[in-house]
T-cell receptor, first 113, second 114 residues
């Protein structure tokens, strides 16, 4: 059983399109995150949700909109995709009452052409 | 104050050698220091972690050394193996507003050559 699963694993799309990435965790964690990893491998937090409530919203273009239907799912919708959005996007989860390590998904490689 | 500085950016070690990756932080409110290991095409995976009330933690060939007064911590990989070749991230976290906030280092790409 995969603990944190993301779909799709690869996403190639044209500029201007809208796309979504889905994430699900079966660990019973109550906090979920979206991270962006650029070509230099730097991990940048984008959003964090706790029990469906947004708790971290870093400086991210409002073309990115997260949605958490329940505490086991966190999706990321991206409107009007730009070349600079090309990166690997990771979903992660953890218990809220830390400190605890994060469990990451295997990532979604987004390529905008 | 939220930065975690990691060095070196890349590291080449011979099989059987010791790999050492260093991190430094500024914010004394950090209270948990994990290390993550990332293989190509995979997400980062928690490797080992330490709290600031201990100076060393060892798990198999992996050891964290922690120097609270210097605000530095390091990962030592003993008897490095080609299978250890990966990118390693240090991190530091604190509880803010009831939630855990994690700051990652910039990563170290380790290559262990046979």
């Amino acid at each position: 059983d995969t603990a944190v699963s993301q779909t799709p694993k690869y996403l190639v799309t044209q500029m201007g399109n809208d796309k979504s990435i889905k994430c699900e965790q079966n660990l019973g964690h109550d906090t979920m995150y979206w991270y962006k990893q650029d070509s230099k491998k730097f991990l940048k937090i984008m959003f964090s949700y706790n029990n469906k409530e947004l708790i971290i919203n870093e400086t991210v273009p409002n073309r990115f909109s997260p949605k958490s239907p329940d505490k086991a799912h966190l999706n990321l919708h991206i409107n009007s995709l730009e070349l600079g959005d090309s990166a690997v996007y990771f979903c992660a989860s953890s218990h809220t009452a830390g400190p605890y390590g994060y469990t990451f998904g295997s990532g979604t490689r987004l390529t905008v052409v | 104050q939220q930065q975690v500085k990691q060095s070196p950016q890349s590291l080449i070690v011979q099989k059987g050698g010791i790999s050492i990756i260093n991190c430094a932080y500024e914010n004394t409110a950090f209270d948990y220091f994990p290390w993550y290991q990332q293989f190509p095409g995979k997400g980062p995976a928690l490797l080992i972690a330490i709290r600031p009330d201990v100076s060393e933690k060892k798990e198999g060939r992996f050891t964290i050394s922690f120097n609270k007064s210097a605000k530095q911590f390091s990962l030592h990989i003993m008897d490095s193996q080609p299978g250890d070749s990966a990118t390693y991230f240090c991190a530091a976290s604190l509880i803010s507003g009831g939630y855990q906030k994690v700051t990652f280092g910039t990563g170290t790409k380790l290559q262990v050559i046979p």
